[in-house]
Every structure is written in C-alpha cells, then in structure tokens.
C-alpha cells in the first residue's frame, strides 16, 4: 500500500494533504515526531515523507521505500540530510515562494524603522525622555542614503520593488548578478568589501552556503559604516551573533533588525537580548494566515505530484 506520512507539524490540521493522499488512494499519517529515531521509524517504508522542523537524517533516507520522495514545509532544508536523501534515491523538494511576500513586507518595514530610528525613539519616549534628534542623530534623508543587498533573489527583488518609491541609491553583491540585469533592476552591482564600506543599510538575502555562513564577522563589521544597519530575514548562519552583539555595543555599526538566528528561539543568554539599537523579532516574517494556507496547499499539490511518480514543484537545487 502506498504511504504517506508527516513526521511534525504545527498546523491545526492537514485535511488538505490528507485529501491528497487519499484521492492518490494512499494511506496518511501524521505524527509528531520530536528527534532523529522518531522520524526514521515514522517513515518507514512510506513513499512520501513531509517534514517541518524534526531532523531527516541518513537513518530517516534509509528507512524510506527507494524513488520515493521527501517534501520540507518551508523555505529553507537545512533539517533534511540532502546527500543522503539523493544516495537513497529519494527526490527532495521544498517550497521557497509560499510567503515571498510577507517576508518582503516584513524587511521593508523592518529596514524603514530601523532607518528612522524607530525602535530607538519609541525607548527614549517611554523611558521619561524628549530627545528627537539626540536620539536619532545621525540620520540621512534617504535620497542620500545607499541602501545595500547582500544576495538579490527572489525576495531580495521583491523587497526592492518596495522600496524603489522611497528614493534609495540601490547597490547589491550576488555573484549571480549580471550588469545587465542591475541596470535593469535599477542597482549598482559591487563586491562584497564595497557593499560593506559604501552601504549605509545591508538587507541579507543570500542562502547559508559555506561562502556565505559566517560572512558577517568581527572583521568585516569593522569595515562598514558606523551609521550602518543590517537587516536579516534571510539565515541566521549569515551572521557572528556574538561579534555582531559587540559591533553594537562598540557602536561600530548603528543598529540590527533580526528575524532569524542561530538558535531558535533565542536564548536567554544570548548578547544580542541586550545590545544597544536592536529590533528583534521571533522568526515571524513568514506569517499570515493566507501564508500558512499556501504553504499547506502546496504540500498538497507535491503530495499528489509524487504519487503520481513526478518530479516535486520546486525540487532541493
């Protein structure tokens, strides 16, 4: 009997993949697994496997029946053992594009509070202060102000086209990038270093690649301007929390708007609940409603593409 199984989810229900798999005439289970051995023995033997947040591990890839096909709720895979999965066989895929523009939203407004000093006015008010420009100097109007990209994907052009009405100079880094499609876009296109000396704003929008994790370090915080701000809603492997926490507090750099971390939730402990000029938000740039919906609908619609033996909508790159 074909199977399909969920390993975790945090949804109120899955009536629309279970539908799916149902009209494949397929069995469907859901569970809540927690850990690596959770998952590999509720994928055992099963033709389709949806995760959320528990660990796909080799064991997991080994259990599952051969050609058969694992699907991750979300934008990044990083829970999934890819190389595993593909020497078992299995086909891999994710959806990137189910909350593209909640995301964009949330950098945009994030980046325009940060700019404007928002979260910094908002403190001086409610502890018993009056101090517009004591509080808020520096600040450049934003004709003037060089509004970097690290990484201009999808998101990272969606977030752009946001912005474009606000009279930003745009520069992004992204090897991918051609000159004939900066000018198009309206950017400049620079390396990584003149991004770091030049911008006044970096929004991170580049995946946690082994060029790219870590790239944010004590060192390449020192070359950027200290009326500067990053902006993350991208991977918080982007970023040296630690050396980011003490950039902030030396006033190397201006302030961080942060949506995504190394460790999630973030922990208690951790330098950045505490650093001067932050707004830090819960992982939440993904959501609405309409976004769960989404993401939930296209798992469906991958779920009835694997039972019918095609290929997943947005396969793992």
Request: charged share 20%; net charge neutral; hydrophobic share 50%.
């Amino acid at each position: 009997m074909t199977r399909v199984v969920v390993t975790d989810y945090t949804f109120p229900d899955l009536v629309q993949e279970e539908a799916a798999a149902r009209a494949a005439g397929a069995e469907f289970a859901a569970h809540k697994s927690r850990d690596a051995d959770e998952v590999a023995a509720a994928v055992r033997g099963a033709d389709v496997a949806v995760v959320q947040f528990a660990p796909f591990t080799a064991a997991a890839a080994a259990a599952m029946k051969p050609g058969g096909t694992v699907i991750r709720y979300g934008v990044g895979y990083n829970n999934i053992d890819i190389d595993a999965a593909r020497a078992n066989g299995l086909r891999v895929g994710y959806v990137p594009d189910y909350c593209a523009d909640e995301v964009a939203d949330h950098t945009a407004a994030a980046a325009l509070a940060m700019l404007r000093k928002l979260p910094m006015l908002d403190a001086s008010v409610r502890g018993k202060e009056w101090a517009a420009v004591a509080r808020a100097r520096p600040m450049k109007p934003f004709a003037q102000t060089n509004f970097g990209f690290f990484g201009l994907g999808q998101i990272g052009r969606a977030v752009l086209a946001r912005l474009k009405g606000f009279g930003f100079r745009f520069m992004a880094a992204d090897p991918g990038l051609s000159d004939q499609e900066a000018a198009h876009l309206g950017v400049v296109r620079v390396d990584g270093e003149r991004l770091l000396r030049d911008a006044d704003i970096i929004s991170l929008h580049a995946p946690a690649t082994p060029a790219t994790t870590g790239y944010f370090n004590a060192a390449r915080l020192a070359m950027m301007r200290p009326n500067a701000v990053i902006v993350n809603s991208a991977r918080g492997q982007l970023i040296v929390e630690d050396d980011l926490a003490a950039a902030l507090v030396a006033g190397t750099i201006a302030g961080a708007a942060l949506d995504v971390f190394h460790v999630e939730p973030l922990p208690a402990d951790s330098p950045l609940r505490s650093a001067p000029n932050t707004l830090l938000t819960p992982h939440a740039a993904w959501y609405s409603e309409a976004a769960i919906r989404n993401l939930q609908a296209l798992v469906a619609e991958d779920i009835a593409r694997a039972l019918r033996g095609e290929e997943p909508r947005k396969p793992v790159p």
